[in-house]
């Protein structure tokens, strides 16, 4: 693992005007830069660039972060990727945290494995365009395909040898183990060291990670042969999960953000063809049916997929069960339908990519639509096919997590069905209902009831319902908090307004604003709801006994993606000040009141905002009771209603005390 010393490094040399620049034409704008935004298609531009506080934003869409934010969203990379490709650019050495025996084994062997795929690549494309064999058998095919010289190169296409065991013979000559060529699946071994090239005989399609390490690769033989298949893949390996990957991912990665959308294809020269005619947003699931952790990396870049079908209705039947995954996943499914005798690789040869786009517009279905059509033309009169053909549509429905189209798919299938929209919700329903049965229980995170019972009298027997406290509303009352811990978290909380101290007279001094944080929400017993806003404020109070400890830059190098971007936004002023600073801060504040001295003023705003949370939690109790005595008294129960209107009372009382602090509350000492 890479040293936090080596990541700060890094981080320091990092400038966000060199790395934005190298991908965007930026021109100076005042103190910032400004240009065409990366993430999605701007005409005007809107992405800005802060060397002062060397992040970047976009104002359209509203990515940004750092510099490490944006090669993680650019080039699609996780963060530690991102850190390499950064300390690559600025010539730092990496410095790895000393891992255990164990930690190095495993480490050193999935390196092993990457050096020898790279390898193996170069190798299968140099016989692809150096070798006779090569030349006339593999070259031949792919330009018989219509596949031009630039795009065999971009997808790294190769040819492996019709001698049984040139690849391995050739690898163990250039010092690679037997070990490592068994694990990557490149060569198969057999009794008495007999060992045989797994892909002798085909043309190569090398299989990429999101950024562009060659993991497996695929292989189609070119003459007909008994007892095997036109392609084999490489089998899984330590570096190699079939259901994680999607072929074309790495060169579609960008072109899938920026249209936001992925179209779907089965094969390998599929997704090569419809690159050739410019349609570069485009994956290929290799043959197999969609798995969650295919459906995962699309969603990682958008939620709308268009799944591109030939005419083979045996194949679409296949296609159709992955299909519900993405449903599931909340995705936006439709599906185009090609000409018949046409698939995506014959097609595309036919069309540019305007025309290609065109007949997609033109052509897409909503999936629901096309599976119920497809269903019923091939259920007929026939009530038992018709019934299961209804069960089937429902199962369908009934995983998508959103109500509201849930709701629009069951009306315009009642109508394609001519069933009863009331008895398609009813199985539905019930469908969901079993989900849910056999779902795992979720967490339940910080306990709000817990936090507010903390505040009222132990007499109160009325717990607070988590359910009805408005999420956006805590949400905020929260993030206001972290604002000042991530800004000002080590600044010392300073009352400029306080009276001298007396001379002689020992003071105490002021806390920093994470260790008041820390000392009034312990003192109330509260802490935060959301778990990610509870995780950052953990590790601010963790990490604040470091004196050296800056909180803005620990959060913006975090290497939970999440988290950072949470302090990227804050650092970008993204959040906007509350109610309760806009009239220190609004148009009308004096030039030294602006937010740029704002420390000036942590003594007394940030208590503000802690009083604001416990605001929030109290007004919540108050009416939770209100409605419970609204209840008590239609029972006729007065003695119960009449108890808590005193409660009322109690929480009022509170209520004003609160009130009134977020106006003249004191710091409290140690």
């Given at each position: 693992?890479?040293?936090?010393?080596?990541?700060?490094?890094?981080?320091?040399?990092?400038?966000?005007?060199?790395?934005?620049?190298?991908?965007?034409?930026?021109?100076?704008?005042?103190?910032?830069?400004?240009?065409?935004?990366?993430?999605?298609?701007?005409?005007?531009?809107?992405?800005?660039?802060?060397?002062?506080?060397?992040?970047?934003?976009?104002?359209?869409c509203g990515e940004g972060g750092t510099a490490v934010?944006?090669?993680?969203?650019?080039?699609?990379?996780?963060?530690?990727?991102?850190?390499?490709?950064?300390?690559?650019?600025?010539?730092?050495?990496?410095?790895?945290?000393?891992?255990?025996?164990?930690?190095?084994?495993?480490?050193?062997?999935?390196?092993?494995?990457?050096?020898?795929?790279?390898?193996?690549?170069?190798?299968?494309?140099?016989?692809?365009?150096?070798?006779?064999?090569?030349?006339?058998?593999?070259?031949?095919?792919?330009?018989?395909?219509?596949?031009?010289?630039?795009?065999?190169?971009?997808?790294?296409?190769?040819?492996?040898?019709?001698?049984?065991?040139?690849?391995?013979?050739?690898?163990?000559?250039?010092?690679?183990?037997?070990?490592?060529?068994?694990?990557?699946?490149?060569?198969?071994?057999?009794?008495?060291?007999?060992?045989?090239?797994?892909?002798?005989?085909?043309?190569?399609?090398?299989?990429?990670?999101?950024?562009?390490?060659?993991?497996?690769?695929?292989?189609?033989?070119?003459?007909?042969?008994?007892?095997?298949?036109?392609?084999?893949?490489?089998?899984?390996?330590?570096?190699?999960?079939?259901?994680?990957?999607?072929?074309?991912?790495?060169?579609?990665?960008?072109?899938?953000?920026?249209?936001?959308?992925?179209?779907?294809?089965?094969?390998?020269?599929?997704?090569?063809?419809?690159?050739?005619?410019?349609?570069?947003?485009?994956?290929?699931?290799?043959?197999?049916?969609?798995?969650?952790?295919?459906?995962?990396?699309?969603?990682?870049?958008?939620?709308?997929?268009?799944?591109?079908?030939?005419?083979?209705?045996?194949?679409?039947?296949?296609?159709?069960?992955?299909?519900?995954?993405?449903?599931?996943?909340?995705?936006?499914?439709?599906?185009?339908?090609?000409?018949?005798?046409?698939?995506?690789?014959?097609?595309?040869?036919?069309?540019?990519?305007?025309?290609?786009?065109?007949?997609?517009?033109?052509?897409?279905?909503?999936?629901?639509?096309?599976?119920?059509?497809?269903?019923?033309?091939?259920?007929?009169?026939?009530?038992?096919?018709?019934?299961?053909?209804?069960?089937?549509?429902?199962?369908?429905?009934?995983?998508?997590?959103?109500?509201?189209?849930?709701?629009?798919?069951?009306?315009?299938?009642?109508?394609?069905?001519?069933?009863?929209?009331?008895?398609?919700?009813?199985?539905?329903?019930?469908?969901?209902?079993?989900?849910?049965?056999?779902?795992?229980?979720?967490?339940?995170?910080?306990?709000?009831?817990?936090?507010?019972?903390?505040?009222?009298?132990?007499?109160?027997?009325?717990?607070?319902?988590?359910?009805?406290?408005?999420?956006?509303?805590?949400?905020?009352?929260?993030?206001?908090?972290?604002?000042?811990?991530?800004?000002?978290?080590?600044?010392?909380?300073?009352?400029?307004?306080?009276?001298?101290?007396?001379?002689?007279?020992?003071?105490?001094?002021?806390?920093?604003?994470?260790?008041?944080?820390?000392?009034?929400?312990?003192r109330d017993e509260l802490w935060f709801h959301s778990?990610?806003?509870?995780?950052?404020?953990?590790?601010?109070?963790?990490?604040?006994?470091?004196?050296?400890?800056?909180?803005?830059?620990?959060?913006?190098?975090?290497?939970?993606?999440?988290?950072?971007?949470?302090?990227?936004?804050?650092?970008?002023?993204?959040?906007?000040?509350?109610?309760?600073?806009?009239?220190?801060?609004?148009?009308?504040?004096?030039?030294?009141?602006?937010?740029?001295?704002?420390?000036?003023?942590?003594?007394?705003?940030?208590?503000?905002?802690?009083?604001?949370?416990?605001?929030?939690?109290?007004?919540?109790?108050?009416?939770?009771?209100?409605?419970?005595?609204?209840?008590?008294?239609?029972?006729?129960?007065?003695?119960?209603?009449?108890?808590?209107?005193?409660?009322?009372?109690?929480?009022?009382?509170?209520?004003?005390?609160?009130?009134?602090?977020?106006?003249?509350?004191?710091?409290?000492?140690?």
């Amino acid at each position: 693992m890479i040293d936090q010393g080596t990541i700060d490094r890094i981080m320091d040399a990092a400038q966000v005007v060199d790395v934005v620049s190298d991908f965007v034409t930026l021109k100076r704008r005042g103190i910032n830069y400004v240009g065409l935004c990366p993430f999605h298609t701007d005409k005007t531009p809107s992405f800005y660039v802060s060397p002062a506080k060397n992040i970047c934003k976009c104002f359209a869409c509203g990515e940004g972060g750092t510099a490490v934010h944006f090669i993680m969203k650019h080039e699609q990379l996780s963060y530690y990727e991102a850190i390499r490709y950064l300390a690559k650019k600025y010539n730092i050495e990496i410095q790895e945290r000393e891992l255990t025996d164990e930690q190095k084994k495993a480490y050193n062997e999935r390196e092993s494995l990457f050096i020898l795929n790279d390898y193996a690549r170069d190798y299968f494309m140099n016989i692809l365009h150096e070798h006779i064999e090569g030349k006339a058998v593999g070259l031949s095919y792919f330009k018989e395909r219509g596949f031009r010289e630039d795009i065999i190169r971009k997808f790294q296409l190769g040819y492996s040898l019709e001698q049984k065991d040139a690849f391995t013979q050739e690898s163990l000559r250039n010092g690679y183990k037997k070990e490592f060529l068994v694990k990557t699946g490149l060569t198969i071994e057999g009794d008495n060291n007999y060992v045989v090239d797994r892909f002798r005989g085909r043309v190569m399609f090398p299989v990429h990670t999101l950024s562009g390490k060659v993991i497996a690769f695929g292989g189609r033989i070119l003459k007909k042969a008994e007892n095997t298949g036109k392609y084999i893949n490489s089998p899984e390996s330590e570096i190699y999960h079939k259901g994680n990957e999607l072929y074309g991912i790495f060169f579609a990665k960008q072109a899938i953000t920026k249209a936001d959308c992925c179209f779907l294809v089965e094969g390998y020269t599929d997704v090569i063809s419809m690159h050739q005619a410019g349609i570069e947003n485009v994956v290929s699931s290799s043959g197999t049916a969609l798995t969650n952790g295919q459906i995962r990396l699309i969603h990682r870049f958008t939620d709308n997929v268009v799944v591109i079908y030939d005419g083979d209705a045996a194949g679409i039947k296949a296609a159709l069960r992955g299909i519900d995954l993405l449903l599931e996943d909340g995705m936006n499914i439709k599906v185009v339908l090609l000409p018949d005798g046409e698939d995506p690789d014959s097609f595309a040869r036919k069309q540019n990519a305007e025309s290609f786009i065109a007949y997609i517009k033109k052509n897409e279905v909503d999936f629901i639509r096309f599976k119920t059509q497809l269903l019923l033309e091939e259920a007929g009169n026939d009530p038992i096919k018709r019934a299961a053909l209804i069960s089937d549509i429902v199962n369908s429905i009934s995983v998508i997590p959103d109500n509201i189209i849930r709701t629009v798919y069951l009306k315009d299938c009642s109508i394609l069905l001519d069933v009863d929209e009331r008895i398609l919700i009813q199985e539905v329903n019930k469908k969901r209902q079993t989900q849910a049965e056999r779902a795992p229980a979720k967490p339940n995170y910080a306990e709000i009831a817990d936090v507010t019972n903390s505040l009222l009298p132990h007499s109160s027997e009325k717990k607070l319902d988590t359910s009805k406290v408005r999420k956006s509303t805590v949400d905020k009352a929260e993030l206001a908090i972290l604002y000042y811990i991530v800004r000002f978290g080590m600044e010392r909380l300073i009352d400029e307004e306080a009276a001298e101290p007396v001379e002689g007279e020992e003071v105490e001094e002021p806390m920093t604003v994470i260790e008041y944080v820390s000392f009034d929400l312990k003192r109330d017993e509260l802490w935060f709801h959301s778990p990610i806003y509870k995780q950052i404020l953990d590790e601010a109070i963790a990490r604040s006994e470091d004196p050296n400890f800056n909180s803005s830059r620990y959060f913006l190098a975090h290497p939970d993606e999440e988290i950072s971007k949470i302090a990227a936004d804050i650092v970008s002023d993204r959040y906007h000040l509350s109610k309760v600073h806009t009239k220190q801060f609004g148009p009308n504040a004096k030039k030294e009141d602006t937010p740029l001295a704002e420390e000036k003023h942590l003594a007394k705003n940030v208590p503000r905002v802690l009083t604001e949370l416990k605001n929030i939690y109290i007004s919540q109790q108050i009416k939770e009771i209100k409605e419970l005595m609204a209840h008590k008294q239609k029972e006729g129960d007065w003695d119960s209603a009449i108890e808590l209107i005193q409660k009322i009372k109690k929480l009022e009382e509170i209520k004003k005390v609160l009130a009134k602090a977020l106006g003249e509350r004191i710091i409290l000492r140690w």
